[in-house]
């Protein structure tokens, strides 16, 4: 039986790419405008206990999960494992997820990236998305960045993604 939402297969598939560039629009004029960065918000919250930029943060999570739920009220069928945690339980692997690795296996993954990520964006003086939003305005070394970014991500999934999910399973994870 096929899950019906409120927009057909062929309407979505219209609308959500349309949706999707003006949801992406509207979060990066905001982000602009509001020097959004989640480095620069835990940064200020822990040295100067200022909360404006982590409440943003909050904000954006808050967002993106209520989009999810409108979006999988819209699309039921694209979101058919929405209620994974609740079936399986916490740490259970996520439906479709690559490598087959277990659980605790995709949190140690997500850990040590968050804190990659993290380390890199105090070094180069905020998160990636404000470094998107600054090469916007014509930040050059933001530019370097943003294009770094790309060349890694294609060189992790080109060599480097096999080589870590064979030692996370060679780990037991």
Known sequence: MALEGWLSKQAAVVAVPIVT????????????????????????????????????????IIGALIGYIIFSLLIPSAFAGFPWVVKNGILSPIPGSP?????????????????VVGLVGVFVGG????????????????????????????????????WVVGLMKGAGL
């Open 127 to 162: 998160c990636p998305l404000r470094q998107v939003t600054m090469t916007s305005e014509g930040n050059t070394k933001s530019l370097f960045f943003v294009i770094g970014m790309c060349i890694g991500a294609v060189v992790f999934a080109a060599f480097l993604s096999a």
């Open 21 to 60: 560039v003006l949801f992406g629009i509207l979060i990066g004029y905001l982000a602009q405008r509001s020097r959004f960065c989640s480095v620069g918000g835990f940064r200020d919250l822990f040295l100067f206990k200022h909360t404006r930029l982590v409440w943003g943060y909050l904000t954006l």
């Open 99 to 115: 490598a087959g690795l277990s659980g605790i296996g995709y949190v140690v993954l997500t850990v040590i990236s968050g804190l």
